[in-house]
Every structure is written in structure tokens, then in C-alpha cells.
């Protein structure tokens, strides 16, 4: 029954994330909008979906739905480790900065601002 709540979590997730690239497309050039997006919406529900296991006692089965599927499937980072590499090879070198950092600022803050949401 758990690897089928990751299933179905993840499947979902990565419909979502598959949706997001839908609306913002990446073309090799430029900020990699959708993955950016992707990974602070991921981060934001985590956040949620942390908290509110934290207070609420989230069943075990629904944590791996949500938690380890749904996030699992919707985060980039193996995407998102690629569009660096394709950066670098590009010698796009304050794109690579500029995505690392706000990647990695943003989407802490975003797990910061779900847990907040929930927890208000």
C-alpha cells in the first residue's frame, strides 16, 4: 500500500509539474522559469504539508501521498541540475548565480512561508 500512495502522489506531481513547463516553456536560453516556479510551489506545499503533519499527526499513508509522491513528483531538482550544466556549458555565469541563489533563497523561504500559513 506505501509504494501505491507514492505512486499516486508522484504521478500526480509530476502531472503538475509537467502542467507548469506547459505554461512557461524553457528554451534553453535565459531563466528557467517553469523549474523555478515548479520548486517554490513544491516548497511552499511541503512547507504546508510539514506543518500541518507536525500538529496534526498527518496519517502515515497520506504523508507519502503528498509528502514523498505529490512533492517528490512536482520538485525539479534533476531538471533544474540540468538547465545549470546547459548555463555552464553556455558560459552563462551570472545566470548560473543569479538561478542557484534564487533558487535556493526562495524556495527555503517559500518551506519558511507554508509552514507560517498553516501554523496562522
Do not use: H
Not at 8 to 14: H, K, P, S
Not at 17 to 37: D, E, Q
Not at 47 to 56: D, H, P, R
Request: hydrophobic content about 50%; some cysteine.
Amino acid at each position: 500500500m506505501n509504494y501505491l500512495m507514492v505512486f499516486i502522489g508522484g504521478g500526480l506531481g509530476a502531472s503538475a509539474r509537467f502542467t507548469v513547463s506547459r505554461f512557461l516553456p524553457y528554451l534553453g536560453k535565459g531563466f528557467p522559469w517553469a523549474t523555478f516556479i515548479a520548486n517554490v510551489l513544491s516548497c511552499t506545499i511541503l512547507g504546508l504539508l510539514v506543518a500541518y503533519s507536525m500538529e496534526k499527526n498527518l496519517d502515515n499513508k497520506y504523508q507519502l501521498l503528498l509528502i514523498t509522491g505529490f512533492c517528490g513528483g512536482f520538485s525539479t531538482f534533476s531538471t533544474f541540475s540540468a538547465e545549470i550544466y546547459k548555463l555552464i556549458s553556455d558560459s552563462q555565469w551570472l545566470m548560473v548565480l543569479i538561478y542557484i541563489l534564487a533558487s535556493l533563497i526562495v524556495c527555503t523561504f517559500s518551506i519558511f512561508i507554508g509552514i507560517k500559513i498553516f501554523q496562522n
